[in-house]
T-cell receptor, first 114, second 113 residues
Framework: KAGVTQTPRYLIKTRGQQVTLSCSPI?????VSWYQQTPGQGLQFLFEYFSETQRNKGNFPGRFSGRQFSNSRSEMNVSTLELGDSALYLC?????????????FGPGTRLTVL | DQQVKQNSPSLSVQEGRISILNCDYTNSMFDYFLWYKKYPAEGPTFLISISSIKDKNEDGRFTVFLNKSAKHLSLHIVPSQPGDSAVYFCAASAAGNTGKLIFGQGTTLQVKP
């Protein structure tokens, strides 16, 4: 079974631009969670989607948004990019997002904001 | 406020010996815990998990111990192998908090041949 895939793997943007990242979950998984990893803050939860609905949200500004499609694929969008948004963005999929469901991570998208 | 803490940023052990990685948590609502391993330029890989109704879970060379009263868990790797060299993250989840894991800062393990 194929793992979680994320595209693109690397991205360079300038301040003020917006960016869209994509995540394809493991086949059969309906929950997708997004995380931001930075050297200072570690791995932090952004949001979780299930059946095209955002069910849970972390403590990030409204510039960070996402959506999920009927095939469970998910995208996250960051608008008006800031230097501090430079990070590794990871998505993870699980069967249903229950707190005891194991989350499996993709390789991440490395975003650099100049 | 860091709810999951890994107080040792790094650990170095000799090949064949035991590696013990520690994790503390503060939120008593956490009842499910996971360990992930991460290599550079890759996403975290799931290793092992434990529910709060247990105090030990084993999977091959990996054993996780949970001490609920101390709000402490540890990951034992026996025997350690050079390929185990990576960053190890402890994560916790709570009922009702769908799809959300709270991670520790990670411990870099180096296994020397």
């Amino acid at each position: 079974k194929a793992g979680v895939t994320q595209t693109p793997r690397y991205l360079i943007k300038t301040r003020g631009q917006q960016v869209t990242l994509s995540c394809s979950p493991i086949s059969g998984h309906r929950s997708v969670s997004w995380y931001q990893q930075t050297p200072g803050q570690g791995l932090q939860f952004l949001f979780e989607y299930f059946s095209e609905t955002q069910r849970n949200k972390g403590n990030f500004p409204g510039r960070f948004s996402g959506r999920q499609f009927s095939n469970s694929r998910s995208e996250m969008n960051v608008s008006t990019l800031e230097l501090g948004d430079s990070a590794l963005y990871l998505c993870a999929s699980s069967l249903a997002g229950a707190h005891t469901d194991t989350q499996y991570f993709g390789p991440g998208t490395r975003l650099t904001v100049l | 406020d860091q709810q999951v803490k890994q107080n040792s940023p790094s650990l170095s052990v000799q090949e064949g010996r035991i590696s013990i990685l520690n994790c503390d948590y503060t939120n008593s609502m956490f009842d499910y815990f996971l360990w992930y391993k991460k290599y550079p330029a890759e996403g975290p890989t799931f290793l092992i998990s434990i529910s709060s109704i247990k105090d030990k879970n084993e999977d091959g060379r990996f054993t996780v111990f949970l001490n609920k009263s101390a709000k402490h868990l540890s990951l034992h790797i026996v025997p350690s192998q050079p390929g185990d060299s990576a960053v190890y993250f402890c994560a916790a989840s709570a009922a009702g908090n769908t799809g959300k894991l709270i991670f520790g800062q990670g411990t870099t393990l180096q296994v020397k041949p």
